[in-house]
């Protein structure tokens, strides 16, 4: 084993192309077809797609628009220059595809798991700062990966430098139906059929990731708030725990940390009712007392 992953002998085979040291750590650049293995056996090593790692996929297709545009590019079926592009172009939009299909995988399994977060509900306090850990990496997954790949397999999407993905398709499609290259206008038809069923996987990743961060964070607030009102209102409460019998009651003053918006105004002691003695006021009143008892059933007037 020593002798087979020996750093010698796998830059000799050219499974590692580099080594550098730095700051006392040895890194090692393998070969980017071994790391393709790798990742074909562990869907988790496929590398993110961030925004800037798609730009970088479009720009040699944008570069091939261009040339194309201006006439750089041989569009004669059948020379090697032809087959030397058009086999470039086939490749990059072969390879996008895989590391896409593989990315979406990844953030498939994620998504799931996310989903079954928020259906879990505690308040203990290693549940929270494990919830508290698990939002933050959810919503670092959906900025730097999830949003822009969404983006990226919009049919409409256009960046500042060129079409995307798409249009770019589109444009090689109708330009190899021109020149009549039926093979290739097919070949690139089929791309992006593969690319369009692509979107519905992306897109709902991206509504389950979203569920889970409005949820969460709605949770995580309401959570805050709770354990900052109880850290007032005990600290309030410790007060009243000394022998000084004048701090026996929680002081208002020291709830005005809480913010409350609705205040309770203090009430009076209300004013005695007093009866009117006269006798005009004490007939009205027998009057409406004998009515009232008439209107009862039969049975009930002894009660009265």
């Not at 069923?197 to 805050?224: C, G, M, R, W």
């Not at 020291?254 to 009712?273: A, Q, W, Y």
């Not at 009205?284 to 209107?295: D, S």
């Amino acid at each position: 084993m020593g002798l087979v992953f020996d750093i010698d002998n796998l830059l000799q085979a050219r499974i590692v192309n580099d080594r550098r040291s730095f700051d006392g750590v040895t890194k090692l650049m393998f070969n980017t077809s071994i790391i393709d293995v790798f990742r074909l056996c562990k869907i988790s090593l496929y590398r993110p797609l961030t925004e800037h790692s798609l730009d970088q996929a479009m720009t040699p297709l944008w570069s091939l628009v261009k040339k194309l545009k201006k006439n750089n590019l041989s569009t004669v079926p059948g020379t090697d220059e032809y087959y030397e592009w058009v086999d470039d172009l086939m490749y990059r939009v072969s390879d996008l595809l895989g590391k896409i299909s593989g990315n979406i995988a990844k953030l498939e399994n994620a998504g799931q798991e996310f989903e079954k977060m928020t259906k879990i509900q505690s308040d203990s306090v290693t549940e929270l700062a494990i919830k508290k850990e698990s939002f933050k990496v959810a919503a670092r997954m959906y900025k730097r990966e999830i949003e822009p790949l969404n983006t990226f397999l919009d049919k409409h999407t256009r960046y500042e430098d060129g079409d995307g993905i798409f249009l770019t398709l589109e444009y090689f499609r109708s330009f190899f139906e021109t020149i009549q290259d039926t093979s290739n206008s097919f070949i690139i038809l089929s791309y992006e059929l593969q690319y369009l069923d692509l979107f519905s996987p992306i897109k709902k990743v991206a509504n389950l990731v979203s569920v889970y961060l409005q949820k969460t964070h709605q949770s995580l607030k309401e959570q805050s708030a709770i354990e900052n009102a109880y850290a007032i209102v005990l600290q309030a409460y410790e007060k009243t725990l000394g022998s000084d019998m004048r701090t026996k009651f929680i002081d208002f003053d020291d709830l005005k940390k809480l913010n409350v918006d609705i205040t309770t105004p203090s009430i009076g002691r209300l004013t005695p009712f007093r009866a009117e003695k006269s006798s005009s006021f004490l007939g009205i009143v027998f009057n409406e007392l004998a009515t009232r008892a008439q209107e009862l059933n039969p049975e009930e007037l002894d009660k009265v």
